[in-house]
């Protein structure tokens, strides 16, 4: 008995929250209508596409003597990204680059969160910024 109780209660909260999330839709929607801030430029849309694009590492500058960066082992956490333009747009982008990171001070491996340089005519998807491992190794 105590388990159909348990059931009737939440499927009622259940169905509340279905109707305030109607009721919630069709405000917002009748919101936007009205502001005349809905999209209206489908034919925008139909030219749109997306593409997965690997990450570039960009670095600047030596490090300290003695020290050496081992560029083959640097991590990028993702290692792609997936960027949205005109298809157009797209077909000229084949990397994306972290903006610059100055090594020059290095005597250790770092883990940096970097962001990514701005792409012109494409939007980034849902990463702005990465995880970089750089691994630096002392040289005798």
Same mark, same amino acid.
């Given at each position: 008995? !105590?388990?159909?109780?348990?059931?009737? /209660?939440?499927?009622?909260?259940?169905?509340?929250?279905?109707?305030?999330?109607?009721?919630?839709?069709?405000?917002?929607?009748?919101?936007?209508? =009205? =502001?005349?801030?809905?999209?209206?430029?489908?034919?925008?849309? !139909?030219?749109?596409?997306?593409?997965?694009? *690997?990450?570039?590492?960009?670095?600047?500058?030596? &490090?300290? &003597?003695?020290?050496?960066?081992? /560029?083959?082992?640097?991590?990028?956490? *993702?290692?792609?990204?997936?960027?949205?333009?005109? !298809? =157009?747009?797209?077909?000229?982008? =084949?990397?994306?680059?972290?903006?610059?990171?100055?090594?020059?001070?290095? /005597?250790?491996?770092?883990?940096?969160?970097?962001?990514?340089? *701005?792409?012109?005519?494409?939007?980034?998807?849902?990463?702005?910024?990465?995880?970089?491992?750089?691994?630096?190794?002392?040289?005798?």
């Amino acid at each position: 008995m !105590k388990i159909l109780n348990g059931l009737k /209660t939440n499927l009622i909260y259940k169905l509340v929250a279905f109707i305030l999330a109607v009721i919630t839709y069709i405000y917002v929607q009748n919101e936007l209508i =009205s =502001s005349g801030r809905i999209f209206h430029n489908k034919e925008l849309l !139909k030219q749109l596409d997306f593409k997965v694009v *690997p990450i570039k590492v960009a670095l600047k500058g030596e &490090p300290p &003597p003695r020290y050496q960066i081992l /560029t083959g082992n640097i991590k990028v956490k *993702p290692e792609k990204v997936i960027i949205v333009g005109k !298809k =157009s747009d797209l077909d000229k982008i =084949s990397e994306i680059s972290t903006q610059e990171i100055d090594v020059r001070k290095f /005597t250790h491996t770092q883990i940096l969160y970097v962001p990514l340089k *701005p792409v012109e005519n494409a939007i980034v998807g849902d990463k702005a910024m990465v995880e970089i491992e750089i691994p630096v190794v002392a040289v005798r």
